[in-house]
């Protein structure tokens, strides 16, 4: 509409009212507390993703700290928190805390998709815990176990071949010694020549030779080359 000089001025300069000023302050703070809250969901998925990475370059520890990180900046989330409880659990079962790890898994089964294999990696961890503890009637138990739920594994072949080991050693029982060499037989025909067979190969026919339990840090450390028998 046409104004008149002094209306034209007024329309272009006219004050803003307090309440508007005072609204948009908070509007503003609003906003700002609003974005510093949320940062932490962003913070905890730039974490996941960076956690993700770690585990396809095969850093499980990186992995494991990175979850971890996750789970503390969003401990609602149980999601997050039960990621970052089953890579330490695997932490700590490749470090040979297997008793730590079982504590730390336990609770998982169920709050993780199938792929993870939450209970298989539990059921190495009460292992590796039976294993350290001595109780090598458990441990044959768990391996033998573990044969039947994955018949003619190379691994799982050479665990009760291990398990059978540990019992020769612990009683002399040539009984033991000859079960241990019958699957380690069998494991030898699937295993193969991969490196990480014929070092577990090597720690097994050591045990039998020597009637020892070295748990693999001494083995290594005593035989850096490898042991020949």
């Not at 030779?209 to 693999?216: D, G, K, N, S, Y």
Request: glycine share 8%.
């Amino acid at each position: 509409m046409p104004l008149c000089g002094a209306c034209h001025r007024l329309t272009q300069k006219y004050p803003v009212p307090g309440w508007v000023k005072v609204f948009f302050a908070v509007v503003a703070v609003l906003v700002l507390l609003g974005a510093a809250y949320n940062a932490r969901f962003a913070l905890a998925y730039y974490e996941v993703r960076r956690g993700f990475g770690a585990l396809d370059q095969g850093d499980f520890a990186g992995a494991s700290e990175r979850f971890r990180s996750a789970a503390q900046r969003v401990p609602e989330s149980g999601d997050l928190a039960a990621l970052a409880g089953y890579f330490e659990g695997v932490e700590l079962l490749a470090e040979g805390r297997s008793a730590e790890a079982l504590t730390r898994l336990r609770g998982l089964d169920g709050k993780l998709p199938p792929n993870f294999q939450v209970e298989e990696v539990m059921k190495e961890a009460e292992r590796g815990a039976a294993f350290d503890s001595k109780d090598y009637d458990r441990l044959l138990e768990l391996s033998l176990a573990a044969l039947q739920r994955s018949p003619g594994d190379a691994k799982a072949l050479g665990a009760v071949a291990s398990a059978y080991a540990c019992k020769f050693a612990a009683t002399g029982d040539e009984a033991f010694q000859r079960q241990s060499l019958d699957y380690l037989s069998q494991a030898d025909a699937r295993g193969g020549q991969d490196p990480a067979w014929q070092e577990y190969r090597q720690r097994i026919r050591h045990r039998l030779a020597t009637r020892e339990i070295l748990v693999p840090a001494e083995f290594h450390r005593r035989y850096p080359d490898g042991w020949k028998e």
